[in-house]
């Protein structure tokens, strides 16, 4: 079963507007923990965001903010005044624990780009 | 803050050899390190855990005999491509915690990726 899910394979925004790429997740799990990433055409993988399962406020990174509600089990990323440069892969993931090992676990990803 | 180094970014290699790629925590010790590959407009797929002393966990359907992984230090850990075929050929990426099961508070480090290229 699909524990991460990002429904938008890709998604175009205007530079200085702002854009939310969305993830939800599952998981049985209490404590738990959900990334996202931003991997440009390098390959490299960039963290942006943090938010753990009991953290009661929304986390905030400058630009990227995570809108986190956990009834609906999504985490989604609003990335506020575009820039050019924020056009890349965004990936969300989940720390999942199995056994003895916290293991993350990606989504299939959403292509974002930023126009003029 | 946290950096991995992975050597090297970039190899090309004949079918039938094989090939390590390093993967090394420079300012922290990495209780655990994944691997994990990425085939072209792809996600990331975890292929094994490792905990430093101890042998892999691999995901299912991954080869163990053909990705051989080594965790020897709290800094090092290497992926062995063995008897390497132009289908192993993708983008290998690591990443490294600090910190053990259950500890929430530490983040996970990526190396830059290796782009395997097998001929």
């Known amino acids: 079963a699909q524990k991460i899910t990002q429904t938008q394979p890709g998604m175009f925004v205007q530079e200085k507007e702002a854009v939310t790429l969305d993830c939800t997740y599952d998981?049985?799990?209490?404590?738990?923990?959900l990334f996202w990433y931003k991997q440009p055409s390098s390959g490299e993988m960039i963290f942006l965001i943090y938010?753990?399962?009991?953290?009661?406020q929304n986390a905030t990174e400058g630009r990227y903010s995570l809108n986190f509600q956990k009834a609906r089990k999504s985490a989604n990323l609003v990335i506020s005044a575009s820039q050019l440069g924020d056009s890349a892969m965004y990936f969300c993931?989940?720390?999942?624990?199995?056994?003895?090992?916290?293991?993350?676990?990606f989504g299939t990803g959403t292509r974002l780009q930023v126009f003029p | 803050g946290a950096v991995v180094s992975q050597h090297p970014s970039r190899v090309i290699c004949k079918s039938g050899t094989s090939v390590k790629i390093e993967c090394r925590s420079l300012d922290f010790q990495a209780t655990t390190m994944f691997w994990y590959r990425q085939f072209p407009k792809q996600s990331l797929m975890l292929m094994a855990t490792s905990n430093e002393g101890s042998k892999a966990t691999y995901e299912q359907g991954v080869e163990k005999d053909k990705f051989l992984i080594n965790h020897a230090s709290l800094t090092l850990s290497t992926l062995t491509v063995t008897s390497a075929h132009p289908e192993d050929s993708s983008f290998y990426i690591c990443?490294?915690?600090?910190?053990?099961?259950?500890?929430?508070?530490?983040?996970?480090?990526f190396g830059s990726g290796t782009r395997l290229t097998v001929v």
């Open positions: 993931a989940m720390r999942e624990t199995f056994y003895n090992t916290d293991k993350l676990i």
């Open positions: 990443s490294a915690r600090e910190g053990h099961t259950g500890d929430m508070g530490y983040g996970y480090t």
């Open positions: 998981t049985s799990d209490q404590s738990y923990g």
């Open positions: 938010q753990g399962s009991y953290d009661e």
